[in-house]
């Protein structure tokens, strides 16, 4: 069976960076950037984004685009006989079905929201009200499971059409009107009355706030954001690698891919900080900051049910072009793994993700006395994905690229450097084989550390 290719560079671009550009960008980043104190935190995540990411991100490519082949298969035909890499399919298998386990229900929670703000149920809703609009959602599985379900077959039915005709297509008009959208509200929240404090507290780094917020604890967590919010080590990008052609270096496209998922997280800073501080409002408010506190901001603002509409609908696009990133990945394994075709693949899948977010839905209520670890199911899916099998995953692919008992450095820098544009250095050779492991290491060790001390 032929394999399918992107029909265009963009639309590999859009779509790798539209797994990457998820709900980490848009929900988690702004609320750690107000934790940590504002712009010096933005300066820490930069930096490790650069030389944590970029790297692995390059290596999972060249992996995807030598083998031609998912996770499922790309170390059995990559790997030197005898060896056991392909042992690792089945974690990379496992993350992206864990981490569909729960965002398809966080996808669900967006697409209800903007429903919500778009027929006008937060308008005249004090604080307190809005606060009980969640928490009355998260005591309804019924509802939560509708909503859950419609995502799963939405974005199943996208992938069902095809690499180009339906992922390719709908992804990159996804992506560019989230970017459109974004800057259209980012510029709202700019021109509000008092959002120059917000400005300065995001854009002027203070390092002595850092400090009084904890500088270990900031660069800990630059550390994880800037490795979590680009998927890697699940071989949800290895994919796309395995899609594009051999006109570009991989070291090229990974930068295209990080500057926008970067511009992407900014740009969401630019959104929320000059509305919080317009409003009076604690950025650094956690989690809670998108369904409790920026509903509360546009029920503020002039106009604020349509801005509110437009931020909602950004959310669901950013949690949607994850999931079907992620589906792309989990229906190529079944394609690689037992040749079927694609519709068999869809169907199978479209029952057992929706079967596997179950758990996550019901630990809001019917499940709610089950709290593995001190938090709900969420919390322990959202756990074992991140703390666990990102980082260790991305531990495989460091060590299979730049080992000579793996696919080796010499092979990795060919197919890397294959094509015209940016090549992968030489001289990160001792960085990328020996230093960079022993980061990726420390991240999961932390990782630990900080759940359980």
């Known amino acids: 069976m032929k394999r399918e290719k992107f029909g265009s560079r963009l639309g590999f671009i859009l779509i790798s960076a539209g797994c990457a550009i998820g709900l980490g960008n848009v929900w988690r980043f702004p609320y750690i950037t107000g934790q940590y104190g504002g712009a010096a935190f933005v300066l820490i995540y930069l930096f ?60 669900g929670w967006m697409l209800l929201y903007f429903v919500k703000m778009a027929s006008g149920k937060f308008s005249n809703l004090d604080a307190q009200a809005i606060e009980g609009e969640f928490v009355d959602l998260t005591s309804r599985p019924v509802l939560m499971t509708v909503c859950m379900i419609f995502v799963v077959i939405l974005c199943f039915a996208i992938c069902s059409r095809g ?62 954001q800037a490795f979590f919010t680009l998927s890697l080590g699940i071989g949800a990008l290895a994919i796309f690698g395995s899609y594009i052609d051999k006109k570009r270096t991989l070291a090229g496209e990974a930068v295209y891919i990080t500057v926008l998922d970067t ?33 509360n901001i546009f029920n503020s603002m002039s106009g604020g049910r349509i801005w509110g509409t437009i931020f909602f609908l950004c959310m669901f696009f950013a949690a949607a072009s994850t999931i079907i990133a992620v589906f792309e990945n989990i229906l190529s394994f079944a ?69 000579r008992y793996g696919w080796g450095w010499k092979n990795f820098r060919k197919e890397a450097n294959t094509g015209e544009g940016l090549k992968f250095p030489v001289w990160v050779r001792a960085y990328v084989s020996y230093v960079l492991p022993l980061i990726v290491l420390f991240i999961f060790i932390q990782g630990y550390w900080a759940k359980f001390h």
């Open 335 to 403: 394609m690689d793994l037992t040749g079927c075709s694609r519709k068999k693949a869809v169907i199978f899948n479209v029952i057992a993700i929706i079967i596997l977010s179950m758990p996550c839905v019901l630990g809001f209520n019917v499940w709610s006395g089950f709290a593995p670890m001190g938090g709900n199911i969420l919390d322990l899916e959202d756990f074992i994905v991140s703390n666990n099998l990102l980082p260790l995953g991305s531990l495989v692919y460091l060590l299979f690229c730049t080992s």
């Open 48 to 107: 490790f984004l650069l030389i944590l990411g970029l790297p692995i991100m390059v290596m999972e490519f060249a992996v995807g685009r030598g083998s031609q082949a998912s996770a499922a298969l790309s170390f059995d035909k990559l790997e030197p006989k005898g060896t056991k890499w392909h042992w690792y399919k089945y974690g990379a298998m496992a993350g992206n079905y864990l981490l569909m386990m729960f965002y398809t229900t966080i996808g």
């Open 163 to 224: 690499l180009q005709k339906g992922v390719e297509k709908i992804t990159k008009v996804m992506m560019i009107v989230l970017l459109i959208l974004m800057i259209v509200l980012a510029v709202r929240s700019i021109t509000l009355e008092g959002a120059g404090e917000g400005l300065r507290f995001y854009l002027y780094p203070d390092f002595a706030k850092l400090k009084e917020n904890g500088l270990k604890e900031a660069v800990f967590s630059a550390m994880g």
């Open 263 to 295: 511009t992407v997280a900014l740009i969401a800073g630019l959104i929320i900080f000059p509305a919080c501080f317009a409003f009076g409002v604690n950025p650094g408010s956690g989690p809670m900051l998108i369904f409790i506190t920026l509903p």
